[in-house]
């Protein structure tokens, strides 16, 4: 199905980069895509004769012109690509570049509609400095424009829905830079965010990110295209079903992928639905993990290991292992509270992980702060992370 409205351009041979994808992100950056993709080459042309330029930066002045002129460069080559493969566009894309309370966090704002993107994170890190997390962002804008009944607030809150937004907006970043990782050099404590091809499993891991992740996956393995993706979002269905029809093959995984579940019990404290515990020296809790029938033929050698989110162990919690898939977790330090993942693995992939949320009986009050900290949550649309991919140091 062609688009409605059509990404006009002057000449098309003088931005290669809009149709031949760059072997690598790190060919995206600001200098090599300002010089192949002149800033004025196209405009997008809405239902009326009123033409607008596709990326329009509120607070610019807090930017270095070279650098509001790359930034939007990336901008309208994704404008480009969603107008051309995934439906139409009719306003611009609008980011909010810092300067203002909204942009605290990298992230679109679906009420604001914008894309907020502070100038610099108390890491010294911006979003603005990877074409990769720009090209995820405004995916999700321009799904707002193309989709609107995809983007209500049910359909970017609820996990169940929001992994689609999430794993499409990286599977369409990855059309554009189709290379090995998202977001390479973006976070200070690791190489990258995300492996785009890897081998999640959407039933063993947590959040929309995470579950996003394996979809993209899913959709790189079986080698979807973006007419079938665009298909998927026409059929206004944000399941996994529908996602199925994509291809025979891809229907098949998912759902093998959908009979998997692994179940965690606790004991010797009582079982809470969201894994917070407060333990007490001299009470280990224990921790013991069951796999159903298809994720035992699935996944024969499937282990746990516990892990902080930077991909390293906890040096607050001792996780011994006092049978097969049974382990016990006491505290051994002063620390207060502790985000801690039971990641699942095959061999060296990995299938998933759950967060725990560890505590200090001891330190109770004081730590009381620190689960705000740990279990925030973002209403918006973010770029969002894997914890333990990308780790800092190779084990
Ligand atoms: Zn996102």
Not at 28 to 37: H, M, S, Y
Not at 76 to 88: D, K, L, M, P, T
Request: with cysteine; proline share 7%; charged share 25%.
């Amino acid at each position: 199905m062609l688009p409605v409205h059509r990404v006009r351009s002057q000449d098309p041979s003088h931005h290669p980069r809009a149709t031949a994808p760059s072997q690598s992100s790190t060919q995206a950056e600001f200098g090599a895509t300002q010089a192949e993709l002149p800033v004025d080459s196209f405009r997008i042309s809405g239902g009326t004769a009123t033409p607008f330029e596709p990326c329009k930066i509120l607070g610019a002045e807090n930017l270095d012109p070279a650098k509001a002129r790359a930034v939007k460069l990336i901008v309208e080559r994704a404008v480009h690509h969603f107008q051309e493969n995934y439906g139409s566009v009719t306003r611009p894309v609008v980011l909010n570049v810092g300067g203002t309370e909204a942009a605290l966090r990298t992230g679109f704002n679906l009420e604001s509609d914008m894309i907020n993107f502070p100038t610099r994170t108390s890491d010294g890190k911006s979003g603005l400095d990877s074409a990769d997390i720009i090209t995820h962002e405004v995916f999700h804008a321009l799904t707002l424009q193309a989709y609107p009944e995809l983007c209500t607030k049910d359909m970017t809150s609820a996990p169940e829905y929001v992994r689609f937004h999430e794993g499409l907006a990286d599977y369409f970043t990855h059309q554009l830079y189709p290379d090995e990782h998202f977001a390479q050099g973006y976070p200070v404590d690791k190489p990258y965010l995300r492996s785009y091809r890897n081998k999640r499993r959407i039933s063993l891991s947590s959040g929309g990110h995470s579950q996003g992740n394996a979809i993209t996956a899913y959709l790189l393995k079986h080698q979807i295209q973006a007419p079938q993706v665009r298909a998927f979002l026409e059929r206004g269905e944000l399941t996994l079903e529908s996602l199925g029809q994509c291809s025979k093959a891809l229907g098949e995984d998912l759902k093998l992928d959908a009979s998997l579940a692994l179940e965690d019990k606790v004991h010797n404290y009582p079982p809470s639905k969201i894994r917070k515990y407060w333990l007490d020296h001299s009470r280990p809790l224990q921790v013991s993990f069951h796999v159903n029938e298809s994720l035992q033929k699935a996944h024969p050698g499937i282990q746990v290991e516990w892990l902080r989110p930077t991909g390293m162990p906890s040096t607050t919690f001792r996780f011994e292992r006092v049978a097969d898939s049974t382990f016990q977790v006491s505290p051994i330090a002063e620390e207060k509270a502790e985000k801690v993942l039971a990641v699942f693995k095959d061999g060296d992939d990995v299938l998933g992980a759950r967060p725990f949320y560890f505590g200090n009986q001891g330190r109770r009050k004081s730590a009381q702060a620190d689960w705000a900290q740990l279990s925030n949550k973002d209403l918006t649309l973010g770029v969002g992370g894997d914890p333990y991919q990308g780790k800092a140091s190779p084990r």
